[in-house]
């Protein structure tokens, strides 16, 4: 069994700053992509950010030059650094990992249970 533990969501005012954090536990033989999604009230959760096991990202275009997505490979943690928040970025951020268990096994995708984080004044 693999577990995903977001951490540091929370109330931010416009323009501030949060960091985000997810580790990964359990039954972990290597991890390959990992990523954090967004979903907002009454919308479709929505990519974010995404990580390789080498370092390689992809981001959202909107948020190109505010979000930065690392890990630390070694913690198997993934870290999403949101800067100049704004009130559309009010949202359940969620962290997913595409983990192998053993190495005769595929890979498959994991799910944290969802930070908030909420932007208002």
């Known amino acids: 069994q693999v577990q995903l533990v977001e951490s540091g969501g929370g109330l931010v005012q416009p323009g501030g700053s949060l960091r985000l954090s997810c580790a990964a536990s359990g039954s972990i033989f290597s991890i390959n992509g990992m990523g954090w999604y967004r979903q907002a009230p009454g919308k479709q959760r929505e990519l974010v950010a995404a990580?390789?096991?080498?370092?390689?990202?992809n981001y959202a275009n909107s948020l190109k030059g505010r979000f930065t997505i690392s890990r630390d490979n070694a913690k198997n943690t993934v870290y999403l650094q949101m800067n100049s928040l704004n009130p559309e970025d009010t949202a359940v951020y969620y962290c997913?990992?595409?983990?192998?268990?053993?190495?005769?096994?595929?890979?498959?995708?994991?799910w944290g249970q969802g930070t908030q984080v909420t932007v208002s004044s």
């Open positions: 997913s990992a595409r983990v192998r268990t053993r190495l005769t096994v595929p890979y498959n995708e994991y």
């Open positions: 990580i390789t096991s080498d370092g390689s990202t």
